[in-house]
């Protein structure tokens, strides 16, 4: 079992920046991949980054390359967004999941899921 939980989300203006916490606890942190997804009122639940349990190798959705970085610190069991120039359509519930079975960019290859923080980019 793993257990998430995410901070971090909150309200900024279009252009500024928010960093994402996820702490997890349950199984040895460096023996699974991390992903981050989000999902938009109305709008299904969309991949967003992901890392490696090594944190060598990342991933992401073609609409947050070059503005999200996600990363690990293992020692700490953490896994981080760091979000610059959002943009409204950034929008949305964000979620911390882990241990993909498959691919890392299909949510449903995650075992666990943390509970979601909201982020609110206004215009």
């Known amino acids: 079992q793993v257990q998430l939980v995410e901070s971090g989300g909150g309200l900024v203006q279009a252009g500024g920046s928010l960093r994402l916490s996820c702490s997890a606890s349950?199984?040895?942190?460096?023996?699974?991949?991390m992903g981050w997804f989000r999902q938009a009122p109305g709008k299904e639940r969309d991949f967003v980054a992901a890392i490696s349990r090594s944190g060598r190798s990342t991933y992401y959705a073609d609409s947050v390359q070059g503005r999200f970085t996600v990363s690990r610190a293992n020692a700490q069991n953490t896994v981080l967004l760091q979000m610059n120039s959002l943009k409204p359509e950034d929008t949305a519930v964000y979620y911390c999941a882990a241990d993909p079975g498959g691919s890392y960019y299909r949510g449903e290859e995650y075992n666990y899921w943390g509970q979601g923080t909201q982020v609110t980019v206004s215009s």
């Open positions: 349950g199984r040895t942190f460096n023996s699974i991949a």
